[in-house]
């Protein structure tokens, strides 16, 4: 008996899809409008520097607006502390 070692095929993926995995409900879905949305934005070729000046910018949009919500909670939290050393 002689042991011959079975060549394996190496797989190529095609491309072909099997079953569509995007369906309503999963985390992962996205409609036809968000794919062709992401897909423009994937086609706008933007630098590093043009993208880190957006987030940036995003950020510091943002600023004001969490600056706010954290002041208010710290105000809140000294008024309780306020009104509990009082008793």
Do not use: C, H
Not at 42 to 71: H, M, T, Y
């Amino acid at each position: 008996m002689t042991k011959e070692k079975r060549k394996k095929d190496e797989f190529v993926d095609d491309g072909t899809t099997i079953a569509n995995m995007n369906v309503e409900g999963f985390r992962w879905y996205q409609s036809k409008k968000t794919q062709q949305l992401r897909k423009n934005l994937v086609e706008v070729d933007l630098s590093p520097k043009e993208r880190r000046a957006i987030v940036k910018g995003a950020f510091l949009a943002f600023l004001p607006v969490f600056l706010v919500i954290v002041g208010s909670f710290i105000a809140v939290y000294l008024l309780f502390l306020y009104f509990a050393s009082t008793r």
